[in-house]
């Protein structure tokens, strides 16, 4: 009997020591908690927030100039573009995605490769944007990333051996995935990025261990979504009620509205944010409506997959000001309260103030210079009042000559694109990767598709400015005033990152990482990385020291839409690298 | 820009691809007449999955622009290679993936010949806001067919289609973002748009007619009769109505070579030009159980084409 007891005790032991040594398992808990611990980071977003804010101060405003490159890791091969990655770090090891659907696990200390997973893509794939990946989610003893296949891959992170892959949607239809996942309480969560005519965005949980698929959401009015329980397919209720309310005739049933740039998570609320791209057709002539849920967030329980609630930043959008930009949950403190809100900077160029409990309005400004499609944002509702002549023509009623020109400002790329801002709880200020630029959108008098006529818009996208285009800016979320900007010759492609040091960091297409005074915006460090930076920065905490990585490689939407643009970024070389930065030991009390 | 005004790229892509033109053109295969004929194939551009102008069965090229694109290839003395192109969001963006520049996922794929190009002036000069010639990387040669819009309906629900004003009472069936789509949903202030039903293919738009879930389908009309044959237990016909206010109802089909190949292009040209004038191209069609029209482009050459 009791050497039985022993032997059972000396198991659970024996297993409790494996878990502890071996896995170093990523829990709910690290994933909680990570924007307030310093030794990993485990989240796309430092923080299922998306503050992008670190709580170190040992790299500051008055030591940032000792900043020095620690090592460089080059992601190899004749796949130099386009290097959007945010790194992960968990124990030591660096998790980076890289284009093309690829990831790596890289030493943190010396950058050394311990694997690399190459996704094999299909032939004929036609991603619609650039063969960028945003980074990879980490739970358990297992990494997760999107491919440009529309897949989701697991990874034991150890190893980098493949545990499951499972298709998230057709990639023959036009979907892919470019998103950071985000995992829930065991459910890795998924947009889908859609890159041809008739897909229809949705969000979907996975169970994380295993991959079966256990809700999926549709983003578009009138379609069903379902839970899935023990292998059933369990109704669980129609986008929206029903189709057909901000839809004519059967449009609903193709309307775009793409999740493709991932969400955010509210633990204090138990919601995930997902923005939606534009509607479908690109006409918005043909949809009469606001087409719901397209150019939105929408509010969504992890649980079962419901809507919460929705915002529609742009209604009918005839700019393609696609809506996903990122939605990151923060404490507004105004008049004695602390108001559970959240903030998005949009692709039209205003900038929201949520209510992230109900979705209500608090209140919303333009966070660029010109914005030319509405006058301003209803008080009330925050819904947008069009100008007049401000939405581009239909092309349905064109005689055969060239349509007039519209301007609109911003262009169909964004105040803001995919790139995502930082909030620092000490400032209380945004730090918004803008840009300013405008399009001519006119309809053509010819156009052919897939071997038949066809009705088509030009348009060409133009810098707002001669000596720039790129805008980081503080932005008060309080008063909704810019309190400070640095322009940049080239368009912002980059994302931010703020610590509590008192600095904003960012990239530029030009190939530096910049540190800025979060207070003033005084630049106060550069590198040149060797090529664009259109990556996200982080910071971490490893043996005492505090290190900053960046990958670097120009690529991304700009140099393939870039217009009048491309005159500005043409000489600008490709790349592929990680940069990972620290403050030397000695340099830590330096002035 | 997921979804995008990515079919708005139109011209826009274009004038951009102008720009890079010069560094990315060494990276793509130089395959010039000679070097074609030397290497004895030829790979023959066609739209995926597209019948009846271009399909695979059992691992076969089908359809009419493959026999074409074989009468060619018999022609030069070289082998017939099929070259599947997946539609990007409009005919410049295959220009670009599959002629002169490559797509950015593989760089160094491209078609010696693409078919079923539209042949049109307009679209060749066209110009960009800076007064570049858009389309100046591919030549566009040897137009071999007329293409036109068509409507095909039910006969038992429909009786006759004499106009499409029928439309707004009685569901019609268009492929997703096409000119019918677009045609159909905006013409007459919108007043059809809600009987408009969006198929991803014409042969799904065919499927939903014959459940009788839409009275008619419009498309093109080589695809309308493919589908017609095999839904020949239904009454359908083809309606011979006008497209009041429809920016193209017919236009010219051809091929394009890149624009430094252009003996190859001359060589595309005289096979198929004969074959336009002794009536090869019209044989080749109705083995295919397809009505054929001569392009426009003959018109002013050999004079009006008869009546069919």
């Known amino acids: 009997m009791s050497s039985i007891s022993i032997g059972k005790t000396f198991t659970a032991s024996a297993l409790a020591l494996a878990v502890s040594f071996g896995a170093h398992a990523v829990t709910d808990q690290d994933l909680l908690n990570d924007h307030k611990t310093v030794d990993k980071i485990v989240t796309y977003g430092m923080g299922y927030q998306g503050q992008r804010y670190s709580p170190m101060t040992t790299l500051n405003t008055s030591n940032v100039n000792y900043l020095t490159p620690a090592w460089a890791f080059s992601f190899g091969g004749e796949k130099q573009r386009g290097q959007e990655s945010q790194p992960l770090i968990e124990d030591g090891v660096m998790y980076v995605t890289a284009s093309y659907s690829r990831i790596w696990a890289v030493d943190a200390r010396t950058g050394e490769q311990i694997w690399q997973y190459d996704a094999r893509l299909p032939d004929g794939i036609m991603p619609c944007c650039d063969v960028v990946n945003r980074g990879a989610a980490i739970y358990g003893d297992m990494v997760y990333f999107g491919t440009l296949d529309a897949k989701l891959v697991a990874l034991n992170k150890k190893t980098g051996k493949v545990v499951w892959i499972k298709t998230v949607a057709d990639y023959q239809e036009g979907y892919a995935i470019t998103a950071a996942p985000i995992v829930v309480d065991g459910k890795l969560i998924t947009g889908v990025s859609g890159g041809e005519f008739g897909i229809v965005g949705k969000v979907e949980a996975y169970d994380a261990k295993t991959g079966d698929l256990l809700w999926t959401r549709p983003t578009v ?146 966070f660029v210079d010109t914005i030319s499609w509405a006058e301003g944002l209803d008080s009330k509702t925050g819904r947008p009042i069009f100008k007049e002549g401000g939405r581009p023509g239909n092309p349905a009623d064109l005689d055969g000559e060239k349509g007039e020109t519209v301007v609109a400002y911003p262009a169909f790329l964004g105040g803001k694109n995919w790139m995502p801002m930082a909030y620092s ?80 960091f960012t990239g530029t297409p030009e190939g530096f990482l910049k540190a800025f005074d979060a207070k003033t915006g005084e630049e106060l460090w550069k590198f040149n990385t060797g090529s664009g930076v259109v990556g996200t920065p982080v910071t971490w905490e490893m043996d005492g020291e505090q290190y900053v990585s960046v990958a670097s490689g120009w690529g991304g939407a700009v140099p393939l839409w870039g217009g009048e643009v491309a005159r500005v970024v043409r000489d600008f070389n490709q790349g592929g690298m990680v940069w990972t930065f620290k403050l030397p030991q000695d340099r830590v009390s330096a002035k | 820009m997921t979804f995008a005004f990515r079919v708005l790229l139109v011209l826009f892509a274009l004038s951009v691809a102008n720009v890079n033109a010069q560094e990315t053109r060494l990276l793509i295969p130089d395959r010039t007449l000679d070097i074609i004929q030397d290497s004895g194939f030829l790979n023959v551009g066609m739209y995926k999955d597209f019948p009846p102008y271009s399909y695979e069965e059992n691992g076969e090229a089908k359809g009419v622009d493959a026999d074409l694109g074989r009468r060619i290839a018999d022609a030069l003395g070289v082998e017939f290679r099929s070259y599947w192109i997946t539609p990007d969001e409009n005919l410049g963006d295959d220009l670009r993936n599959h002629i002169w520049k490559g797509h950015y996922l593989s760089k160094t794929r491209v078609a010696d010949i693409m078919m079923r190009v539209p042949y049109d002036s307009v679209f060749k000069y066209m110009r960009d806001s800076t007064g570049e010639m858009i389309n100046e990387q591919v030549v566009f040669v040897a137009p071999y067919q007329q293409e036109h819009w068509k409507i095909v309906f039910d006969e038992e629900k429909l009786g006759d289609v004499n106009t499409i004003a029928k439309f707004q009472y009685h569901p019609i069936g268009v492929e997703i973002d096409t ?72 236009w010219d089909v051809g091929i394009a070579v890149r624009h430094l190949h252009r003996a190859l292009g001359y060589s595309v040209e005289a096979v198929v030009d004969r074959m336009v004038r002794n009536g090869e191209l019209a044989e080749l069609y109705q083995q295919h159980g397809l009505s054929y029209s001569r392009p426009a482009y003959y018109d002013v050459i050999l004079g009006p084409e008869e009546a069919e």
């Open chain 2, 179 to 250: 000119l019918p789509a677009t045609y159909l949903t905006s013409t007459f202030g919108g007043q059809m748009r809600d009987q408009v039903n969006h198929y991803m293919t014409i042969t799904k738009a065919f499927d939903a007619m014959a459940k009788g879930d839409v009275s008619a389908v419009m498309g093109m009309r080589a695809e309308l009769e493919h589908n017609l044959k095999a839904h020949s237990d239904r009454p359908l016909a083809m309606a011979n109505n006008g497209f009041p206010g429809i920016t193209k109802q017919s």
């Open chain 1, 425 to 504: 709880p000490d400032t209380e200020l945004f730090y918004v990767p803008s840009n300013e630029w405008s399009m001519d959108i006119w309809n053509e008098p010819v156009s052919y598709k897939k071997g038949a006529a066809y009705l088509g818009a030009g348009f060409t996208i133009k810098p707002a400015n001669d000596d720039f285009i790129g805008v980081l800016r503080a932005m008060d979320p309080k008063t909704g005033k810019e309190v400070w900007r640095q322009n940049n010759s080239a368009p912002l492609w980059g994302g931010a990152m703020t610590t509590a040091g008192g600095l904003v």
């Open chain 1, 221 to 366: 009015e009138g379609h069903m979504g379902y839970v899935y329980k023990d292998g059933k397919k369990i109704e669980s209720g129609i986008s929206g009620g029903e189709a057909g309310k901000t839809w004519p005739g059967d449009m609903w049933k193709s309307g775009g509205a793409a999740t493709w740039l991932g969400g955010t998570y509210d633990p204090e609320t138990d919601t995930l944010f997902f923005g939606t791209g534009n509607p479908a057709p690109w006409n918005s002539h043909l949809r009469p409506g606001d087409n719901l849920f397209s150019a939105s967030r929408v509010a969504i329980d992890p649980n079962d997959g419901s809507i919460k609630w929705h915002f529609q930043t742009t209604p009918n959008d005839g700019w393609d000001y696609d809506g996903v930009n990122e939605l990151i949950p923060f404490d507004l403190k105004e008049n004695g309260k602390t108001i559970k809100a959240a903030a998005t900077a949009d692709r039209n160029g205003f900038f929201y103030v949520l209510n992230r409990e109900d979705g209500s309005f608090i209140r919303g400004f333009p």
